[in-house]
């Protein structure tokens, strides 16, 4: 459909250049790795015009499909669930090291994996963070400038929109509003201004310097999250080992951060459902001591999310914290978009799993032990965000003078 | 279009299983990888499900799609032409060592490389060969099954029918035509008569066993062709190394076998276009001495035909010679299909580059060195097929008694 139509063609045109130029960034010389699904091979199509427009090296495209990916996770033979192709395997971590440019294009089926042995999925995870470890660490410590974004198909459009005759038109508008684009060619000027909003949110909150966050609402949620010393408070724009900045996620609304891994205590009760590698999780809570998870609960998908957070180790401590109003633009389309592109950027956040190095002071140029001591979650090979903003959330700071400040009431900033 | 007529989806379905069941032969545990265009998915997702019905261990989509492929011709850096990623080199080599089914599915642009520079292709097609050995090797010896099919794009059918609203739609049951299949679920079976009548053609020119064979017709064709002692004529299925039975093209109209390398002279012209690499060469011309090519000619796309050519030094000499009738049910629709994959099975036809080595007795299990001592063109990293066949073709067989045998007259077997 999008293919057909003039107005559409010009904000996928917009989109795409959104994408190259902001989104990664892209510098002449230099590679193009990006994921798609087949049917939106139109998009992809237009990313890779961009690039090469830019000078690009070379522009790969990694294909999937949900129909045939959801046929291996159900017949394909057992033993591939343990480990990476070594081919797949090689291509990402080279990528990631030569610090090639990647471009994620989010858009499958929610539900695409619901029936699938959840120990299958476990299994995989770990694999997969074994095998390609040194494209996620890189991946999270800005080693390579990437950016996930997301372009709609239709089974994830009926999801969104059950029933509705035009969902896949629905939701590409609902994609390009959250990304800022009305087909004017303005959205890159767009993105710089509101980076540049993130970044001074960050500061503020980087100058209280909190010591601690009490989080607290109606869901039950009742929660002390420990601040590590030298924690950064980020949004916007990051910066990659090259220099270059890059914005990892279109859209975004967070300003994030990392919690002190064994600093946080009480119970947190998620806001929104989960789309998790291809299933729906409901009603989640988890309690915590001393950072570790010691109660994992869901009222549908259990087994799955028990899975999720038995991956390793550090899958059991939280590994991000992050912060978005409740009068979000996203949240206030009232879309649920069970997809985590979106959600988390309508709702505040936590992510258990690992952190963003670059949450720590000089972060990114530290190796997993300096990391561990600084007191943030860096050796897990997963990162899975949930939704915990409610329209009654309110936070509480303490900063090291034990002054109490008001960061968050009835879901919105209050500083 | 295709996914939405059930028509045609039960002769896709068919498709998918003459291909999984016929063409690579398939079985338990083994893996199938599949090469498709982005458009046609469909057509891979019925092969998938074929697969795994049959206990596949894996089924691995490799996509490809023609505009992002013009690009990367055109625009990406120019030390990409010298050598084939290591991760898609190691990908294609291991599982050919490992017995992997292999599906080629043929459908782009005849036309896609069109002005891209020809020493790009040439080097391109010597990198790829060096890289790529053990799978092309394994493949010209049955190493492992292997199927060329072909599922149109609206791209290629507008080539072949020109101007024709409805293109994509008769060029898909011009190749269901040609394949057999007519969604009645029949196609298997009469696969396997198809191919015992090939065989029993083989039969009686491997009892002639021929000394040479003259080929002559009005198109300037005045070519002697002397064949290698132990040389045998095949067609039909073909014998991977595990035992297993395989049809490597479908469709297949052909016998075939290796001329002596050094024992073909005279003069050699095409009767049909040729469709190389995203370039369209018409009238080709060669003079061979002594087996090599001293004399190339093109009316049109000289440069690109000459690049072929001089790939390497085994390019320069014939790799096979093709027997197809002129009143074959391919030539008969008289549809010029701008594809070797047709074009070669509606005339007889020859390649230069590498011969297959099941052309000789016990080749498939000789190494190059033997091949070539028992006379056939075992080292060259390139196979191109062109046409010769025409309506007035006569081809004159002299045995090893001196006795001589009208095996084509008037374009058709006179045996």
């Given at each position: 459909?999008?293919?057909?139509?003039?107005?559409?063609?010009?904000?996928?045109?917009e989109?795409?250049?959104?994408?190259?130029?902001?989104?990664?960034n892209?510098?002449?010389?230099?590679?193009?790795?990006?994921?798609?699904?087949?049917?939106?091979?139109?998009?992809?199509r237009?990313?890779?015009?961009?690039?090469y427009?830019?000078?690009?090296?070379?522009?790969?495209v990694?294909?999937?499909?949900?129909?045939?990916s959801?046929?291996?996770?159900?017949?394909?033979?057992?033993?591939?669930?343990?480990?990476?192709?070594?081919?797949?395997?090689?291509?990402?971590?080279?990528?990631?090291k030569?610090?090639?440019?990647?471009?994620?294009?989010?858009?499958?089926d929610?539900?695409?994996?619901?029936?699938?042995?959840?120990?299958?999925?476990?299994?995989?995870?770990?694999?997969?963070?074994r095998?390609l470890?040194e494209?996620?660490?890189?991946?999270?410590?800005?080693?390579?400038?990437w950016?996930?974004i997301s372009?709609?198909?239709?089974?994830?459009?009926?999801?969104v929109f059950?029933?509705?005759?035009?969902?896949?038109e629905?939701?590409w508008?609902?994609?390009?509003a959250?990304?800022?684009?009305?087909?004017?060619g303005?959205?890159p000027e767009?993105?710089?201004?509101?980076?540049?909003?993130?970044?001074?949110?960050?500061?503020?909150?980087n100058g209280?310097?909190?010591?601690?966050?009490h989080?607290k609402n109606?869901?039950?949620t009742?929660?002390?999250?420990?601040?590590?010393?030298?924690?950064l408070?980020l949004?916007?724009?990051?910066?990659?080992?090259?220099?270059v900045?890059?914005?990892?996620?279109?859209?975004?609304?967070e300003v994030?951060c990392a919690?002190?891994?064994?600093?946080?205590?009480g119970t947190l009760?998620a806001?929104?459902?989960?789309?998790?590698?291809?299933n729906?999780?409901?009603g989640i809570?988890?309690?915590?001591k001393?950072?570790?998870?010691t109660?994992?609960?869901a009222?549908?998908?259990?087994?799955i999310?028990?899975?999720?957070?038995?991956?390793d180790e550090?899958?059991?401590y939280?590994?991000?914290?992050?912060?978005?109003?409740?009068?979000s633009p996203?949240?206030?389309?009232?879309i649920?978009?069970?997809?985590?592109?979106?959600?988390?950027?309508a709702?505040c956040?936590?992510a258990?799993?690992q952190?963003?190095?670059?949450?720590?002071?000089?972060g990114?140029?530290?190796?997993?032990?300096?990391?561990?001591?600084?007191?943030?979650?860096?050796?897990s090979c997963?990162?899975?965000?949930?939704?915990?903003?409610?329209?009654?959330?309110s936070?509480?700071?303490t900063?090291?003078?034990?002054?109490?400040?008001?960061?968050?009431?009835?879901?919105?900033?209050?500083?």
């Open positions: 459909m999008m293919k057909e139509d003039n107005m559409n063609e010009e904000k996928i045109s989109y795409a250049r959104l994408a190259v130029e902001v989104g990664v892209l510098q002449k010389g230099q590679t193009l790795m990006v994921c798609c699904p087949v049917e939106n091979a139109f998009f992809a237009k990313i890779a015009d961009c690039a427009e830019r000078g690009a090296k070379d522009v790969i990694d294909w999937r499909d949900d129909y045939i959801r046929k291996h996770w159900l017949y394909a033979d057992d033993s591939l669930f343990d480990r990476v192709y070594p081919w797949d395997a090689d291509k990402r971590n080279t990528l990631a030569e610090g090639a440019a990647y471009i994620f294009i989010c858009g499958d929610p539900e695409n994996l619901k029936g699938v042995n959840g120990e299958r999925i476990r299994r995989w995870e770990t694999a997969r963070g095998d470890k494209f996620l660490d890189l991946e999270t410590s800005n080693g390579f400038p950016c996930v372009a709609p198909v239709k089974s994830w459009a009926d999801k059950p029933g509705e005759e035009n969902s896949l629905k939701l508008e609902a994609v390009f959250a990304v800022r684009i009305n087909g004017d303005t959205a767009k993105w710089k201004e509101h980076c540049k909003r993130l970044e001074s949110l960050c500061e503020k909150l209280y310097n909190f010591k601690s966050l989080y109606s869901l039950g009742d929660l002390t999250v420990e601040m590590p010393e030298n924690h408070w949004g916007g724009g990051d910066t990659a080992r090259s220099g900045r890059f914005v990892a996620n279109m859209p975004t609304e994030f919690p002190l891994k064994t600093g946080v205590n009760c806001s929104m459902p989960l789309a998790y590698n291809g729906i999780i409901e809570r988890f309690t915590f001393d950072g570790r998870i109660e994992v609960h009222d549908k998908g259990e087994g999310l028990k899975g999720a957070v038995d991956t550090g899958s059991h939280l590994g991000e914290i992050a912060l978005v109003p409740y009068d996203i949240s206030n389309t009232g649920l978009f069970y997809e985590t592109l979106f959600d988390e950027n709702s956040h936590f258990f799993g952190a963003y190095s670059a949450s720590i002071k000089g990114d140029y530290m190796s997993a032990e300096e990391l561990l001591k600084a007191g943030i979650n860096a050796e997963t990162h899975t965000d949930f939704m915990v903003g409610s329209a009654d959330l936070i509480v700071g900063t090291h003078d034990g002054e109490e400040i008001t960061v968050f009431e009835n879901g919105n900033f209050a500083i």
